[in-house]
Structures are given as structure tokens and as C-alpha cells.
């Protein structure tokens, strides 16, 4: 995997914590050209709000995941119960009264759509949160205390990328009979910080070393309060993009750890749907509602992230927005 892109544009200046402008040679990376920090942050918002109201691809990814978000938080609503439950006829066709079909089982295939994507948005969420609070904190860290505690935290974040993720996760669901969608998450975070760390230590070792950053420790401020009012403001952008990839990203492991019948045992998704198409052939007997439903959603959740992340990069990035 690889973060979203920084745009670095020449002859910016940043807003020292005593309040007077400090030139730079470059525009620290979160920041649009011509704005400093403090009292033009209201302009910097209102610039990034009428760039992203006019982006094709923010407003299209935006509208497609509101749509998908709205079908999974009105699942109780639409489909109430069990929906895993057998409540109508077997391999029934999309109809009327069956909007996708039902399974070899009598299963609703909707019922289980609408409620799969829950357990989808969940995922990612947890699973993406989870990696994006590891990774960061690793970096910052990392980045900016340097010497000792660096080589401590690459290394800790070496072991970590080295590890086989597919074969840890078959070793310890060997030790597992009962799996639930939270754990997939939380396994789904542990393993995924390592190149959020390596990203945010190198944009962190990078602005260290700029004149507002040595301005605020000489002031007296605390090393906590340096990273994250000073360092980490100034890559806002790209922890927010980043956050979007590893949110994406999650939802695709734990669709793809599904599938090969290493999910939750418990519950539904859109990845055990399609588990289920294929262990039930759904395919060979021509039931094409089982499995194209939970297909399309994590398709269209998924590419609807990355188009939001190429829209917000061409937002953040001056130089992109206007090519």
C-alpha cells in the first residue's frame, strides 16, 4: 500500500506560535498555498469547501457512500429480524415481494444485503481506526523524538510488515471456534499500521526540523503539544486521505478473509454472502442474485473511497486541481 501524495508548493510562509510569519522554502504539506494558520484557517476552509462542492469525484463517491451508509442504518427498518432467518420460498428470482431473490434456503437475499453492509461499514471503520491510531502514534513518535526510541519503533514496525498475515490469521483461527465481527476488525487493525508509521515518520522527521517547529519548543511548549499543534496541523490533509485509504482497505481484507471462509462465524456480511454463493453453487445453478448483490456493494463502497481520495488529493494539491 501506498498513503496519498503531499503537495509541496514554493514560497509559503507558516504562522510562528509568537504570532509572526517565519518563511519557508516550502508549504508545509496540509496547508493550501497563500494561507497561513490562525486567523485565515476560515478562509482555508472556505477555499477547500468550494473546490470539493465542485469536484465530480467528491460529490459522486459522496453520494454513493451516503446511499450505502443510509440502506445499512435503515436495515432494521427495511428488514427487521434475523437475516439469516428462512422466510420464504427457496432460489426464488428477484421479484416484487423478494427484492434480490432468496437463496437455495429460503434465505432473503436483501434482508441480508442491507445488514451485511453494516457489518461492512463497521469493519472498516474499527479495523481502519484502529491501524490509522497505531500508525500515527508510531510515527509521530517516532518522527520526532528520533535516536533511540526510532530505531526501537522501525524496528517493532519492521517485524511487524514481515509478518504473514494469512498464515497468522489461520494459526490463531485454529484456536478459535467462535469469531466475531469485532475481532476481524481489531486482527484487521494490528497487522495494518506498519506503512502508515513509515509515512507519517518520514512527513514528521521532515517539518521537525522547520523554523515554527523550533520557535514552539523554544517557547516552552511540551513535546505533545509541538506534534500536535504544530506538526501535525500542518499534514491534516494527509492524515485525513490516509484515514480514507485504510478505511477502504479494511473493508477489503475482511471481504476477502470472508470469502475464503476465515470471517466471523457469527452473524452476516457481504463477504460471507458471497462465501455462501460459492459453497452453495450458486454460480453452476444460474442464481446470480446470491452473488452479484454483495459484489456490487463492496465494489462500489470500496472504489467510491478511492475516487473520493483522488477528488480530495486534487483539492489539497494545488498544482493537481489545476492541471
Wanted: aromatic residues 10%; glycine residues 12%; proline residues 6%.
Amino acid at each position: 500500500d501506498q498513503g496519498p501524495r503531499m503537495g509541496v508548493v514554493a514560497g509559503d510562509t507558516a504562522r510562528a506560535p509568537t504570532g509572526g510569519a517565519v518563511s519557508l522554502d516550502a508549504t508545509p504539506p496540509g496547508r493550501l498555498p497563500g494561507l497561513a494558520s490562525g486567523s485565515e484557517g476560515v478562509s482555508r476552509r472556505r477555499e477547500i469547501a468550494y473546490f470539493a462542492l465542485r469536484s465530480r469525484k467528491v460529490l459522486l463517491s459522496s453520494v454513493i457512500l451516503a446511499v450505502m451508509l443510509a440502506l445499512a442504518l435503515a436495515a432494521p427498518f427495511l428488514r427487521p429480524g434475523d437475516p439469516n432467518a428462512f422466510v420464504g420460498p427457496l432460489g426464488v428470482p428477484p421479484d416484487a415481494e423478494w427484492w434480490f431473490g432468496t437463496t437455495t434456503f429460503g434465505q432473503d437475499v436483501f434482508a441480508q444485503f442491507v445488514h451485511g453492509l453494516g457489518s461492512t461499514f463497521i469493519v472498516g471503520l474499527v479495523g481502519g481506526g484502529l491501524a490509522a491510531l497505531i500508525g500515527m502514534t508510531v510515527g509521530f513518535v517516532a518522527g520526532y523524538r528520533g535516536g533511540r526510541v526510532d530505531e526501537i519503533l522501525n524496528m517493532l514496525t519492521n517485524v511487524v510488515l514481515v509478518i504473514p498475515t494469512l498464515a497468522l490469521l489461520i494459526v490463531v483461527t485454529a484456536y478459535l471456534q467462535a469469531r466475531g465481527l469485532i475481532l476481524e476488525a481489531v486482527f484487521i487493525g494490528l497487522t495494518s499500521w506498519p506503512w502508515v508509521a513509515r509515512a507519517i515518520r518520514a512527513q514528521t522527521f521532515s517539518l521537525r526540523t522547520r523554523e515554527f517547529v523550533d520557535l514552539a519548543r523554544i517557547s516552552g511548549i511540551s513535546s505533545l503539544r509541538v506534534v500536535f499543534r504544530e506538526i501535525a496541523p500542518n499534514m491534516s490533509s494527509y492524515l485525513f486521505m490516509t484515514c480514507i485509504i485504510l478505511f477502504g482497505g479494511a473493508i477489503l481484507i475482511a471481504a476477502s478473509l470472508d470469502f475464503i471462509g476465515l470471517g466471523p462465524t457469527e452473524g452476516t456480511s457481504l463477504g460471507l454472502m458471497m462465501y455462501n454463493a460459492v459453497a452453495w453453487s450458486a454460480l453452476q445453478l444460474g442464481m446470480w442474485w446470491w452473488f452479484v448483490p454483495p459484489g456490487v456493494g463492496i465494489t462500489a463502497i470500496v472504489a467510491a473511497l478511492y475516487i473520493m481520495n483522488v477528488g480530495l488529493d486534487e483539492i489539497f494539491n494545488p498544482r493537481l486541481r489545476e492541471s
